[in-house]
């Protein structure tokens, strides 16, 4: 049985068959592999995909200003489509099978040429069928001068299990796995739900009503954080049963870019002992927030500055599952340091993600001030039953009219999120700013994803700026199969 953005492909890929397999640029343009590779994970051989370039480096690295010349070859043995995540491309290089080009057939391969006009930290990772949870993923850094003068560290958290994506899926609509992996209500607290109703009930006209009558008829309901029993959660491809171990000089700054490449994970990264400064979110430099603990969405990436105290010593960089004390990582370790065993259980669970860092986050680049032309309500809707999701009650299929909007506009997104897990929502094409989270609004972070917690609403602003027709939708990759996927195309 096809898939939903498989079906997509067939029903329009007669169209778009000029988009990714156009001529080659001249020169000679970076090349990237999708591949079959084998790792170890628990011990036990695991056969993945992955993203690699000739010399086995993954992921690529190019500087911003510099031109997108890649030629992406598929070895991988299926048909496969690369979305290049965080970047605004022209529509027909996005890599959305069906929306923007066809994918890549086993053995064939697309190029891809066009500006970086910003750097940062962003990614590549698969938009066809479920390949995405089988790590057919990777990093994908801009350089800019963000990183000057500083030792940097990657880390890309992946979650896996050895279950086939597609009977995940299978099992999640069957209902054999929802509610297995529920978070305790005394993780998200009444008090968390009291707070959902109140916000709601601040609302005007139709959200107001719908939103407020969900979040109460809720409160005796436990929120769902995490959909999949995963076997292991992976810090570039490896557990904590035997970490990366990262090489870095005693009192040296250390930037650590931080992708969280999970399919259907949100994650706190603990820094432990080191205080850390975030100066970039989603690749776009914002003015430093200092902590020790900061949230991290599905898709979402964060740039932290660390300050390496002087003298020998190993310093674990962690991410801890939300709701859960189930944690991966890496190790930041000097010269003659002595680095032990970290356990793959946290002292105690983490909290759900929450808006907290997204409301003290502040672009130092922000859109200039402007009032916005057109405003689109999404609904985030959807429930365990079954496993169904989608946007305004609509669960998405090639049939639902994209929603419109014109070149030149200043567009804002409502995001309502009305069921009781975290939805983040990413747009393709676009950089958006944070401007409100329920009431309370602000000139926040630009961002290409943003958390949407449980009976939340969030507002994002972007400039309509890239004609084409557009992706948007949830990042947990079950949910966007589900049907929680909708476009944006211009007139």
């Avoid at 290049?84 to 064939?108: C, E, F, K, N």
């Avoid at 899926?169 to 109140?198: E, V």
């Avoid at 005007?204 to 292991?232: I, T």
């Avoid at 776009?284 to 020790?292: D, T």
């Amino acid at each position: 049985m096809l898939s939903r953005r498989e079906f997509l492909f067939s029903a329009l890929a007669a169209g778009t068959a000029a988009g990714a397999r156009a001529q080659e640029p001249p020169g000679a343009p970076a090349v990237l592999r999708l591949e079959r590779r084998v790792i170890e994970v628990n011990g036990k051989a695991a056969s993945v995909f992955g993203i690699r370039q000739p010399n086995g480096a993954a992921g690529i690295e190019i500087a911003a200003g510099t031109p997108f010349q890649v030629r992406t070859e598929n070895l991988s043995g299926a048909p496969s489509l690369i979305h290049w995540h965080g970047l605004t491309p022209p529509w027909r290089q996005d890599g959305v099978a069906g929306i923007s080009s066809p994918p890549i057939p086993p053995g064939g391969s697309a190029a891809y040429d066009f500006p970086l006009p910003f750097g940062g930290t962003f990614w590549m990772h698969a938009h066809y069928g479920l390949q995405e949870q089988l790590l057919m993923s990777a990093p994908l850094i801009i350089r800019d001068r963000t990183g000057a003068g500083m030792q940097e560290a990657i880390l890309m958290l992946n979650d896996f299990s050895f279950t086939p994506p597609e009977e995940i899926y299978a099992r999640l609509r069957r209902g054999s796995l929802a509610g297995m992996q529920m978070g305790p209500m005394d993780h998200m607290g009444m008090g968390h739900m009291g707070m959902a109703a109140q916000d709601a009930s601040q609302m005007g006209g139709e959200e107001k009503g719908g939103m407020a009558g969900r979040a109460m008829a809720s409160e005796s309901a436990m929120p769902d954080l995490n959909d999949v029993p995963y076997d292991a959660f992976l810090a570039n491809d490896r557990t904590l049963a035997d970490p990366e171990i990262v090489k870095a000089e005693p009192g040296s700054q250390v930037l650590l870019r931080i992708i969280n490449g999970a399919s259907m994970s949100g994650f706190y990264v603990d820094l432990g002992l080191l205080e850390g400064d975030v100066i970039a979110a989603d690749g776009h430099a914002v003015a430093p927030v200092r902590g020790r603990r900061f949230p991290l969405a599905a898709a979402q990436r964060l740039d932290i500055r660390l300050q390496l105290p002087p003298g020998p010593g190993a310093y674990p960089v962690l991410a801890i599952l939300e709701g859960e004390r189930r944690q991966t990582g890496i190790i930041l370790a000097t010269a003659g340091a002595n680095v032990t065993r970290v356990p793959e259980l946290a002292e105690a669970p983490a909290p759900p993600l929450t808006l907290g860092l997204e409301s003290e986050l502040r672009a130092l680049e922000p859109l200039k001030p402007r009032p916005a032309d057109r405003r689109h309500v999404l609904n985030l809707t959807g429930e365990m039953d079954g496993y169904q999701w989608s946007v305004n009650g609509v669960a998405w299929t090639p049939a639902v009219p994209p929603l419109p909007i014109a070149e030149g506009e200043r567009v804002e997104l409502v995001f309502v999120n009305q069921t009781a897990m975290p939805h983040p929502m990413h747009l393709h094409g676009h950089v958006f700013q944070v401007v409100a989270a329920g009431e309370h609004r602000f000139q926040g972070a630009m961002r290409d994803t943003i958390l949407v917690p449980p009976w939340t609403r969030v507002t994002v602003a972007f400039d309509a700026n890239n004609p084409g027709w557009w992706a948007l939708h949830c990042h947990l990759l079950y949910h966007m199969e589900a049907g929680m996927f909708t476009t944006l195309r211009y007139a």
